[in-house]
C-alpha cells in the first residue's frame, strides 16, 4: 500500500449519553437534519403503519431493558442536534420497518471480507455504499469511556446524527466488527444492529467471546456481520430473529455482501429474491480471496476496484438515488490501523488511523 496521510478521528470522551452529545459541535447541524428528516420525510407512511408503531414501540422497550448504554449515547446525540429521541429511534431502525411484512428483496450495498493471513496479520474490510447524501456526514470517531474495560477505546467509522459504530471499527484490543444490510423474512424485538456492534467493540475483546454474546442475546433481525481478531479468527454471522448462521474460520477467509446464502436464516434464498449487484458483488469477492497471492496492495485495489466485462468492480458511483461508495476502509487487527477513504477509494487519497 502507498504511503498514506496521517488521519485525525473526532475524539469522544466520557460517558454514553456525553459522547453522543459531543457530536453537535463537531458537526454541521443542518446536514444532520436535513439527512435524517429526508429519510424519515420519505418513509413517513410506512411509520403510520399500525404494525410497524407497534414493532418499534416494542424495540424501544426492548432498548430500554437490554440496551441501556448504546441507548444512552443515541439520546445524547438526539439531544446534541435537537431531535425528538422517538424520531431518532425511527431513523435507525429504517431498514427494518421499510421491509416489514413485504415482499424481501436484495438492495445494493456494502461489500464486506476478513482474511486471517496476510503478512500485516489479520485485515477486514468494507466499501460503505449508502445513499448520496450521508457522503458529508461520515467521520472517524475515537471513543472513550470510563466505564469500559482496561481503558478501552473504540475506533469507528460512522455518521454524524447515528451512535457508535454505524458501520465499522476496531477497538484497542485488535477485535474489528463490519457490518452489510440484508433485508429479511424473520424479524422481531430484539438487537438492533448498530447497537449490537457498539457495544461488541466496546465489552469483547475476542471473536470468540463477541459469538458467545451473539449466541446469548436476541436479534432485531436483517444483515451480516464479519467480526476477526489478531488471532486470525474470522467469522461472518447473518442474523436472523430466531436464529442466527455463523460460518466461522481459524485460518481463512469470509466475506459477505446483501443476500443471504442458501442454508442461512430468514428462508429468503430463492435467487429470484436477490437483485441488483448483490451476487456478482460477493462473486468478485470469492474471486480475489480465493487467490494465493493476497496482499494487502491487492486488497486495496479489490475495494477501488470498478465493473468490467469479466468482473463487477466494488467501488460504485451510483445515480442521484443510488448508492454511492462513501468510503472504503480496511483495519488490521495486530497493528491496530485503519486504512481509510473519505470518498470514492477509487480517486480518494488514503489516511491513516490508529487505536
Given at each position: 500500500?502507498?504511503?498514506?496521510?496521517?488521519?485525525?478521528?473526532?475524539?469522544?470522551?466520557?460517558?454514553?449519553?456525553?459522547?453522543?452529545?459531543?457530536?453537535a459541535s463537531h458537526a454541521n447541524h443542518n446536514e444532520v437534519?436535513?439527512?435524517?428528516?429526508?429519510?424519515?420525510?420519505?418513509?413517513?407512511?410506512?411509520?403510520?403503519?399500525?404494525?410497524?408503531?407497534?414493532?418499534?414501540?416494542?424495540?424501544?422497550?426492548?432498548?430500554?431493558?437490554?440496551?441501556?448504554?448504546?441507548?444512552?449515547?443515541?439520546?445524547?446525540?438526539?439531544?446534541?442536534?435537537?431531535?425528538?429521541?422517538?424520531?431518532?429511534?425511527?431513523?435507525?431502525?429504517?431498514?427494518?420497518?421499510?421491509?416489514?411484512?413485504?415482499?424481501?428483496?436484495?438492495?445494493?450495498?456494502?461489500?464486506?471480507?476478513?482474511?486471517?493471513?496476510?503478512?500485516?496479520?489479520?485485515?477486514?474490510?468494507?466499501?460503505?455504499?449508502?445513499?448520496?447524501?450521508?457522503?458529508?456526514?461520515?467521520?472517524?470517531?475515537?471513543?472513550?469511556?470510563?466505564?469500559?474495560?482496561?481503558?478501552?477505546?473504540?475506533?469507528?467509522?460512522?455518521?454524524?446524527?447515528?451512535?457508535?459504530?454505524?458501520?465499522?471499527?476496531?477497538?484497542?484490543?485488535?477485535?474489528?466488527?463490519?457490518?452489510?444490510?440484508?433485508?429479511?423474512?424473520?424479524?422481531?424485538?430484539?438487537?438492533?444492529?448498530?447497537?449490537?456492534?457498539?457495544?461488541?467493540?466496546?465489552?469483547?475483546?475476542?471473536?470468540?467471546?463477541?459469538?458467545?454474546?451473539?449466541?446469548?442475546?436476541?436479534?432485531?433481525?436483517?444483515?451480516?456481520?464479519?467480526?476477526?481478531d489478531p488471532s486470525g479468527r474470522v467469522a461472518a454471522i447473518?442474523?436472523?430473529?430466531?436464529?442466527?448462521?455463523?460460518?466461522?474460520?481459524?485460518?481463512?477467509?469470509?466475506?459477505?455482501?446483501?443476500?443471504?446464502?442458501?442454508?442461512?436464516?430468514?428462508?429468503?434464498?430463492?435467487?429470484?429474491?436477490?437483485?441488483?449487484?448483490?451476487?456478482?458483488?460477493?462473486?468478485?469477492?470469492?474471486?480475489?480471496?480465493?487467490?494465493?497471492?493476497?496482499?494487502?496492495?491487492?486488497?486495496?485495489?479489490?475495494?477501488?476496484?470498478?465493473?468490467?466485462?469479466?468482473?463487477?468492480?466494488?467501488?460504485?458511483?451510483?445515480?442521484?438515488?443510488?448508492?454511492?461508495?462513501?468510503?472504503?476502509?480496511?483495519?488490521?487487527?495486530?497493528?491496530?490501523?485503519?486504512?481509510?477513504?473519505?470518498?470514492?477509494?477509487?480517486?480518494?487519497?488514503?489516511?491513516?488511523?490508529?487505536?
Open positions: 500500500m502507498k504511503d498514506c496521510g496521517q488521519g485525525k478521528a473526532v475524539s469522544m470522551i466520557g460517558g454514553a449519553y456525553e459522547r453522543g452529545l459531543m457530536q437534519l436535513s439527512a435524517i428528516n429526508l429519510r424519515l420525510d420519505k418513509n413517513k407512511e410506512v411509520f403510520k403503519d399500525p404494525v410497524v408503531r407497534e414493532y418499534v414501540t416494542k424495540q424501544r422497550e426492548f432498548a430500554k431493558k437490554h440496551c441501556s448504554e448504546e441507548l444512552s449515547e443515541m439520546n445524547g446525540v438526539a439531544d446534541g442536534f435537537g431531535v425528538d429521541p422517538n424520531r431518532l429511534f425511527d431513523f435507525l431502525h429504517m431498514g427494518i420497518v421499510t421491509n416489514l411484512d413485504k415482499e424481501i428483496v436484495s438492495e445494493d450495498g456494502c461489500s464486506t471480507w476478513a482474511v486471517s493471513c496476510l503478512s500485516e496479520g489479520p485485515a477486514v474490510g468494507k466499501n460503505r455504499d449508502y445513499s448520496g447524501e450521508h457522503a458529508a456526514l461520515q467521520a472517524v470517531f475515537l471513543h472513550e469511556d470510563p466505564d469500559w474495560p482496561k481503558q478501552r477505546r473504540v475506533l469507528c467509522v460512522g455518521s454524524m446524527g447515528a451512535p457508535g459504530a454505524y458501520s465499522s471499527g476496531i477497538n484497542s484490543e485488535g477485535l474489528v466488527v463490519v457490518d452489510t444490510h440484508i433485508p429479511t423474512s424473520d424479524y422481531g424485538s430484539g438487537w438492533l444492529r448498530y447497537f449490537l456492534m457498539t457495544r461488541l467493540l466496546s465489552h469483547h475483546t475476542t471473536v470468540a467471546s463477541a459469538l458467545d454474546f451473539i449466541k446469548s442475546v436476541l436479534h432485531a433481525g436483517g444483515g451480516s456481520l464479519i467480526i476477526a447473518d442474523l436472523g430473529h430466531k436464529s442466527v448462521s455463523i460460518v466461522e474460520r481459524n485460518n481463512g477467509w469470509v466475506a459477505r455482501t446483501n443476500h443471504f446464502e442458501a442454508g442461512s436464516v430468514a428462508n429468503n434464498n430463492d435467487d429470484a429474491r436477490k437483485t441488483g449487484n448483490t451476487l456478482a458483488r460477493y462473486n468478485a469477492l470469492t474471486a480475489a480471496l480465493s487467490q494465493q497471492d493476497k496482499s494487502l496492495q491487492s486488497l486495496k485495489a479489490l475495494i477501488c476496484s470498478h465493473t468490467t466485462d469479466k468482473a463487477e468492480g466494488l467501488c460504485c458511483h451510483g445515480g442521484d438515488d443510488d448508492s454511492h461508495t462513501l468510503s472504503g476502509a480496511i483495519f488490521l487487527c495486530e497493528s491496530r490501523k485503519l486504512y481509510f477513504t473519505n470518498g470514492y477509494p477509487c480517486n480518494t487519497d488514503w489516511q491513516e488511523f490508529s487505536v
